[in-house]
């Protein structure tokens, strides 16, 4: 949730969260954030939020109202703005800032396409039989897109297309992420190689001792599924959270012997 | 019928990496053999509130059911089994609570929430679901999704106007077309399917599916299946790991054994004796 954090000479007063869809400021006693100095007017400005944007709006105050040294009239409110009143500052903090700020946007909260938009063109195709049917429901389809899209709801969307959700490939590692691989050691297979490429592999045998190795952008990672002997790293039994994994750790698995070693 | 020796249940919902909060409400009654999975919306915590009076009224309500029914005994008045009638009717009033809350308080305004509801019953499943969150189903090696979302995107991919690939890259992907408690009537999709001793079925919320490929859900499926508690928690990592931008909910349901519902004399006789 975005919030306010109210401050005079740099010294912190009070952290306000924006709740309410209208936040009202000024020096009189029913405002939703009172500031009591005579630069400040009655009712000197408002906050309007809107699902994760909100927009300062000046009320025609005596003084005026700056963001980050500019008067304004109306303002989208961004991560880290300062407004002033007189000696008063007010920061705006957008929510979880400042790593999910460019994204923030983005991602729009799962909202409902009233059932009403899709029915607006059907009136008109009414009476042509059930051939119609899917033609008008297509027909309500598109215009329930182009609604949205007046409504400005694919508008913001729309800035999400390049470099949004979509884009970013699934389960894929970071790039420049090291390629992980294990050797085992002992066991018939000795001297085998494998190159941990998948998000995740299992080890061992099902029914007696099963390990996943995951790859994370943190890194890989061990843990254990099922059987009741844990597998070991470097002589240590692992517990039940997941267990970081460095280059050069020998693990022990049903009996095996190997070493997760990264690849250049 | 007692399912907690016939089903294994694991559960695990997260807020995710970017919100504060957790709108997602999830619900588990192995006992009854019923899970329940909610996606709430609306206004700062009108959500939560939506999804939570959903799986509440649910569970509590087929509890109450379940005590003196079985969900395989025949309606009197048209010879059909009273499982979906029986769900049907809770889901409906699981949206009027919510449709009357939305009305009555103005800070919930426009609340709604989506919905899988799964009841496990003689071998089978009942699936009523609203909205974008999904039932998945792994059977032997097969992974395939079980629900089709009620979404302007999958109409969009019915109708013929996108293909499934560009759905993928899509830009509202959070327009719904149905869900709970936005209208004083709702009709929610219901489908029986079979069971079989293995089957894996995953419920889970928008969170999941949008942040982690199907392919890599089903091989997580496949490859964690023996240890459920901690294939539901790499699911919910893998969503966060990819950005885990929503919340992110999952409930796995294994099916361990054979269900019958007991049929015939004897059963009559327990009933009867009860």
């Known amino acids: 949730m975005a919030k306010l954090i109210l401050s005079m000479d740099g010294l912190v007063l ?20 009172q ?42 409110l961004q991560n880290n703005d300062v407004v002033e009143l007189g000696k008063y500052k007010l920061k705006f903090v957008g929510e979880s800032a400042p790593a999910a700020n460019a994204e923030k946007a983005d991602f729009e909260k799962t909202m409902v396409l009233r059932p009403s938009a899709m029915k607006t063109p059907a009136p008109a195709a009414a009476t042509t039989g059930p051939q119609s049917a899917v033609a008008q429901r297509q027909a309500a389809v598109q215009s329930a897109a182009a609604s949205a899209a007046a409504t400005g709801i694919a508008d913001k969307d729309a800035k999400s297309a390049p470099g949004g959700p979509a884009s ?15 050797q085992l ?8 190689e494998l190159e941990l490429t998948k998000p995740l592999t299992t080890l061992g045998k099902p029914g007696v001792q099963v390990a996943v190795l995951t790859r994370r952008p943190q890194g890989y990672f061990i843990t254990h599924v099922e059987g009741d002997k844990r597998p070991t790293v470097n002589g240590q039994e692992i517990g039940a959270a997941p267990h970081s994994l460095k280059d050069h750790d020998v693990i022990e698995l049903a009996g095996v012997k190997m070493e997760f070693f990264l690849k250049a | ?91 409906l009033k699981a949206n009027s609570s919510i449709y009357q809350a939305a009305q009555s308080q103005p800070q919930y305004a426009g609340m709604g929430t989506t919905l899988v509801v799964c009841l496990f019953y003689d071998n089978r499943v009942l699936v009523a679901h609203l909205g974008d969150s999904r039932l998945y189903l792994l059977r032997e090696t097969k992974f395939r999704q079980v629900t089709r979302d009620h979404s302007l ?15 993928k890259k899509a830009a509202h992907k959070n327009l719904v077309t149905k869900a709970l408690g936005i209208d004083p009537m709702v009709e929610p999709e219901i489908h ?14 928008d969170g999941l599916c949008d942040m982690v490929d199907d392919e890599d859900i089903g091989m997580t499926l496949q490859a964690l299946g023996g240890n459920l508690k901690l294939a539901a ?42």
Not at chain 2, 61 to 89: C, F, G, H, T, W
Not at chain 2, 153 to 167: F, N, R, V, W
């Open chain 1, 168 to 182: 970013i490939p699934p389960a894929a590692a970071k790039p420049g992420q090291p390629l992980g691989a294990i």
């Open chain 1, 185 to 192: 050691l002992s066991g018939g297979n000795a001297g085998k």
């Open chain 1, 35 to 76: 500031i009591d100095n005579l630069a400040v007017s009655g009712e000197h400005a408002v906050i309007v939020t809107i699902l994760n944007d909100s927009f300062l709006e000046d009320l025609g105050s005596t003084n005026g109202t700056v963001v980050n040294g500019n008067p304004i009239k109306k303002h989208f």
């Open chain 2, 153 to 167: 995107l999958q109409e969009q991919i019915d109708s013929g106007i996108i293909t499934p690939e560009q759905a």
């Open chain 2, 1 to 91: 019928m007692d399912l907690t020796q016939t089903l294994e249940i694991a559960t695990c919902t997260d807020p995710g990496m970017v919100r504060s909060h957790n709108e997602d409400s999830i619900a588990a009654d192995q006992g009854n053999g019923l899970v329940v999975l909610a996606d709430g919306m609306g206004g700062y915590n009108a959500g939560e509130v939506a999804s939570g009076m959903a799986t509440t009224v649910i569970v509590t309500e087929m509890r109450q059911i379940l005590a003196s029914a079985r969900p395989y005994e025949l309606d009197q008045k048209n010879n059909q089994e009273i499982a979906a009638r029986m769900v049907r009717e809770q889901v």
């Open chain 2, 192 to 205: 029986e399917y079979p069971t079989k001793p293995g089957d894996l079925y995953l419920l889970c919320s």
């Open chain 1, 14 to 33: 009070k952290e306000i969260p924006l709740t309410k869809e209208r936040t009202t400021i000024g020096r009189k006693p029913h405002n939703d954030i």
């Open chain 2, 233 to 274: 928690q790499q699911l919910v990592q893998m969503a966060n790991d990819n950005g885990g931008r929503d919340n992110v909910s999952v409930i796995l349901v294994r099916v361990l054994r054979e269900y019958p519902g007991p049929r015939g004399v004897m059963a009559k006789m327990f009933a009867w004796l009860k």
